[in-house]
């Protein structure tokens, strides 16, 4: 059984930083694409960036130059740097893990960022 554990979010002012982490267990194929999504209240979950073991790389043009997502490989880790955080980041940002056609997620964690 696969589980994804998040870490990181918090209150922030407007202009600050945050990094979120995650941590993927249980039996994951070593070829995958792990990343972050986020929802805001009333809106549809939406993509922020995801990297996949072979190094590659999805932004959404909002997080595009401000956030920065990297993985430990090893550690079936992966990280999100958000940097300039701005009121219309405030969401609950979720970590995914799509592996063999299957989408897992963790349970959220809120980022809420003051103007």
């Known amino acids: 059984q696969v589980q994804l554990v998040e870490s990181g979010g918090g209150l922030v002012q407007a202009g600050g930083s945050l990094r979120l982490s995650c941590v993927a267990s249980?039996?994951?194929?070593?070829?995958?694409?792990m990343g972050w999504y986020r929802q805001a209240p009333g809106k549809q979950r939406e993509l922020v960036a995801t990297r996949g073991t072979g190094g590659s790389i999805n932004y959404a043009d909002f997080a595009r130059g401000r956030f920065t997502i990297s993985r430990d490989n090893a550690k079936n880790t992966v990280y999100l740097q958000m940097n300039s955080l701005k009121p219309e980041d405030t969401a609950v940002y979720y970590c995914n893990l799509f592996v063999l056609d299957h989408n897992y997620w963790g349970q959220g964690t809120q980022v809420t960022v003051s103007s």
């Open positions: 249980g039996s994951i194929f070593r070829f995958n694409t």
